[in-house]
């Protein structure tokens, strides 16, 4: 079973960025597509970034493509998400996700607990 730890989140002003990190365990990371989504407050859970196993290819969510960035890299079992152009809107709980061999907007079994990112105007 796959653990997952999500750090890097924070509060930061407009326009900044911020480099999430989500530590896999438990697991040879490189067999699982991997998510980043995240959760406002009063919101549901929405789907931010997606990666394949290999890490060449990728999806975005409409709000945040050309702005964020999702990487990984298997010999450190590291998922990562740069965020730039940081807005407001941004501000919310982001989680990481894993599922055997798919990378997809839904479908994940394995969730991180989660970091609080937090954008000022």
């Known amino acids: 079973q796959v653990q997952l730890a999500e750090s890097g989140g924070g509060l930061v002003q407009a326009g900044g960025s911020l480099r999430l990190s989500c530590a896999a365990s438990?697991?040879?990371?490189?067999?699982?597509?991997m998510g980043w989504f995240r959760q406002a407050p009063g919101k549901e859970r929405e789907f931010v970034a997606a990666?394949?196993?290999?890490?060449?290819?990728?999806d975005y969510a409409d709000s945040v493509k050309g702005r964020f960035t999702v990487s990984r890299d298997n010999a450190k079992n590291t998922l990562y998400l740069q965020m730039n152009s940081l807005k407001p809107e941004d501000t919310a709980v982001y989680l990481c996700?894993?599922?055997?061999?798919?990378?997809?907007?839904?479908?994940?079994?394995?969730w991180g607990r989660g970091t609080q990112v937090t954008v000022s105007s």
């Open positions: 990666i394949s196993t290999s890490g060449g290819a990728t």
């Open positions: 996700a894993a599922q055997w061999i798919r990378y997809s907007r839904d479908g994940y079994v394995y």
């Open positions: 438990g697991g040879t990371s490189s067999f699982y597509g």
